[in-house]
């Protein structure tokens, strides 16, 4: 810890002596202002230094949307302590598997996965204690998230620089197996002030939080709105009348959505024929149809659409207005230098499409326990995204693809890997071979296709293969469609040709 460090708890701190009877987190009937924001984030932090925890422990967390869950993020940036945000949507392997692959010391769970964790912490050595968050009882082995929050008296002294980790979020699954990216404080920081500059956040800014708080754009946004100064609306889960009763009452300035988020807010507006008040709204992020975002202009007129690329490794590197240059990514934010390289990291010509590479303050620290996968990702000096993308001559980016070697499917924002999926379906008895692709999709943006060879006098139902995937990995990861073929087309070397698995099936369900 140095003089020139300032740390995610700086800012509580800072919002708590500038702004003290400003609105920080609502949700449902609670409203903790900026003041008492820091108090309870003040007791918790003494009651997980009482119970054992150090500076880089790691603390789990599964759960919905809820103040504790900010609370949480801002007693670890206090003690340096890490949290662990898990996917509710995890099926119990996975869940394991992350559990397992950070080793918390203790795990807190809401109502829905109390059970689940409970039945892995049998299994994980590292979990000491499990706690409640959200509401609800408390079942054996669990103990209430209050308990840690009755300390009372002086602070000790914690010494938590700016480079502290702060958060691991797992990835999608490259290679069958997530990887944890580490976030320092300083990450966040940094995104903060890049979003702050972007945006033009102040104190009046009122963000909801309809994106689960596990994932990057929920907490980034969530992080830049507090630093700011502003106040966090958090919905448990996104419902859309909630989402539109609060943003009229709450006088919301920005959220962040994935499809289908949109198009339902759209048609529950619709439905109520115009009855809320949306003229608050500045800001939307996320990516949708030219209809979808054409009708949100008709119904917030002064919200201002935003593009940008991203991604948990990297926070926001680029950034701009929707309509400045329809259909790019926008350009390099601040505090980051975006270059396109070739196969050998030589950086490509404006127009010639490259691998995005990024230099920044918001580049991860790297991904927990793996270092070689690490020192791949940073090789030469630069953060290797796996995405192709291209240079106009004004400097706008303008996404391409994935590499091959990180193929991604995105269904309603979440990342798929075709690797996880295709490791699962080969588990199956009847399939002997299979190529996962992502095909279009109206409702949510991108769905899952497998390309699947049965086994010799083998057959197999759909469904009944789709009800498969869904038991063992997170539903949205399951394919929406399922074809059987003869046989997979080859590349000369003899594996599957992936690219021309998308030519023949892509556009077809």
């Known amino acids: 810890m140095s ?3 300032f740390t995610i708890y700086d800012v509580i701190c800072r919002n708590a002596q500038c702004h003290p009877d400003g609105d920080a987190v609502i949700f449902n009937e609670i409203r903790l202002t900026h003041g008492r924001f820091k108090d309870r984030c003040d007791q918790l932090a003494r009651g997980l230094v009482r119970a054992g925890v150090e500076k880089g422990d790691r603390l789990g967390i599964v759960a919905h949307n809820c103040h504790e869950f900010m609370i949480l993020y801002g007693a670890v940036a206090k003690i340096g302590a890490i949290l662990l945000p898990i996917n509710w949507r995890f099926q119990q392997e996975e869940m394991e598997y992350v559990l397992k692959d950070c080793t918390p010391r203790f795990v807190f769970a809401g109502p829905e996965y109390r059970e689940t964790v409970k039945e892995s912490a049998k299994r994980i050595d590292s979990i000491e204690r499990c706690f409640t968050v959200g509401g609800g009882d408390a079942v054996e082995g669990f103990s209430p998230f209050e308990e840690l929050c009755l300390e009372r008296g002086a602070d000790g002294q914690f010494h938590v620089g700016a480079d502290s980790g702060f958060v691991i979020i797992h990835t999608a699954a490259v290679e069958g197996e997530p990887r944890g990216a580490l976030l320092s404080q300083s990450n966040i920081i940094h995104s903060n002030l890049q979003m702050m500059i972007g945006l033009g956040l102040g104190p009046e800014d009122s963000h909801i939080a309809i994106l689960p708080l596990f994932h990057i754009a929920a907490l980034s946004m969530a992080m830049a709105v507090m630093h700011a100064g502003g106040k966090n609306v958090i919905l448990e889960r996104f419902d859309p009348e909630l989402s ?5 009452k709450e006088r919301v300035t920005l959220f962040f959505h994935f499809p289908p988020i949109l198009q339902m807010l759209l048609s529950k507006y619709d439905e109520a024929q115009g009855g809320y008040d949306l003229s608050s709204l500045r800001n939307v992020g996320g990516l949708d149809s030219p209809e979808n975002i054409k009708r949100l202009k008709e119904i917030a007129p002064n919200a201002v659409p935003g593009t940008m690329f991203g991604q948990t490794e990297a ?38 499409p490259g691998e995005i590479c990024v230099r920044s303050p918001v580049v991860f620290s790297g991904y927990w326990g793996r270092a070689e996968d690490t020192a791949y990702t940073f090789r030469n000096g630069w953060h290797h995204t796996g995405d192709i993308g291209r240079f106009d001559q004004d400097g706008y980016l303008w996404y391409v693809k994935r590499k091959a070697e990180k193929e991604l499917i995105k269904p309603g924002g979440e990342n798929v890997y075709p690797a996880e999926v295709e490791r699962v379906i080969l588990e199956h008895d009847c399939v002997k071979e299979v190529s996962v692709i992502g095909v279009p999709d109206k409702q949510w943006g991108e769905a899952v296709k497998a390309v699947c060879v049965l086994k010799p006098e083998k057959s197999l139902d759909i469904q009944d293969l789709i009800d498969f995937v869904a038991s063992r990995i997170a539903r949205y990861k399951k394919p929406k469609h399922v074809v059987f073929v003869d046989s997979l087309p080859r590349t000369e070397d003899g594996t599957i040709d992936r690219e021309q698995v998308k030519r023949d099936y892509g556009g077809k369900f």
């Open 315 to 352: 926070l926001p590197v680029t950034w701009g207005p929707m309509e400045e240059r329809p259909g790019s990514a926008g350009r390099p934010t601040p505090l980051s230098k975006v270059i396109l390289v070739d196969e050998h990291d030589n950086e490509v010509p404006v127009g010639t």
């Open 244 to 248: 539109l009763r609060l943003m009229e």
């Open 3 to 5: 003089v020139q460090d």
